[in-house]
């Protein structure tokens, strides 16, 4: 986590399933925190038989495309933050959102899941 200036700098890794972009243009989806700057990126534009030796086949074999966005989070009294994720077009599948603060290590598996403990 980077700050300077009252702000925090933070890395959001959103992994999906990899759809093919059936809408011309691929499928949009955009991201904010709760009081902040809304992003808008397009997750499979570049999923085409131009691309499918380096892009599309990659992300099929995976199951899985990654997209990795930088946040600036201005600080609050109660360090609480709202993720807003919203698909712009259908066929967004979400597989995973990791937050990253600045310890996360890119694996195959994508990290194991928080600790949880059933009662």
Excluded: C
């Excluded at 999906?16 to 691929?26: E, R």
């Excluded at 990253?100 to 194991?112: A, H, N, R, V």
């Amino acid at each position: 986590m980077n700050s300077r200036f009252g702000q925090t700098t933070i890395e959001k890794w959103i992994i999906f399933h990899s759809t093919l972009p059936f809408k011309k243009g691929g499928h949009t989806v955009a991201a904010s925190f709760y009081g902040g700057d809304e992003k808008t990126w397009n997750i499979n534009e570049q999923l085409t038989w131009k691309n499918n030796y380096t892009k599309m086949y990659p992300a099929g074999a995976a199951r899985m495309i990654e997209t990795v966005e930088t946040f600036v989070l201005s600080n609050t009294a109660d360090r609480m933050h709202v993720l807003i994720i919203k698909p712009l077009d259908p066929g967004v599948v979400y597989l995973k959102v990791i937050v990253d603060d600045g310890d996360y290590e890119q694996t195959y598996l994508k990290m194991p899941e928080s600790p949880y403990e059933r009662q």
